[in-house]
């Protein structure tokens, strides 16, 4: 079973930046994708960015050149560093993992795998 946790959320002015932490149980031996997703209360769950388990990365044009996501093996974490803030950003941040066939299509549904997430507030 994976277990995942976020942290590192918290209320900023737009402009600054925060980085977002996913800690995670095996998810490296089951999973061979993370994502960080995002959901506004009354809207649907949207990806934000992505990796899988050779590295290769996939971001959210409305992020794009402002987030970045990465991760460290050696503490089954992976990282949502976000700049430039902007209030558009508001979202609870949801962490998530599994082995969709494709994973590049970043669809909620495909993701078994979720913490409990984060809420991220921009002024």
């Known amino acids: 079973h994976v277990q995942l946790v976020e942290s590192g959320g918290g209320s900023v002015q737009a402009g600054r930046s925060l980085r977002l932490s996913c800690s995670a149980s095996?998810?490296?031996?089951?999973?061979?994708?993370v994502g960080w997703f995002r959901q506004i209360p009354g809207e649907s769950r949207e990806a934000v960015a992505a990796?899988?388990?050779?590295?290769?990365?996939l971001v959210a044009k409305s992020v794009k050149g402002r987030f970045t996501i990465s991760r460290d093996n050696a503490k089954n974490t992976v990282y949502l560093q976000m700049d430039s803030l902007k209030s558009e950003d508001t979202a609870m941040y949801y962490c998530?993992?599994?082995?969709?066939?494709?994973?590049?299509?970043?669809?909620?549904?495909?993701?078994?795998?979720w913490g409990q997430g984060t809420q991220v507030t921009v002024s």
């Open positions: 095996r998810f490296y031996y089951t999973s061979n994708c």
């Open positions: 998530a993992a599994d082995s969709p066939p494709n994973w590049w299509h970043l669809l909620p549904s495909d993701f078994g795998y």
């Open positions: 990796m899988d388990s050779d590295g290769i990365r």
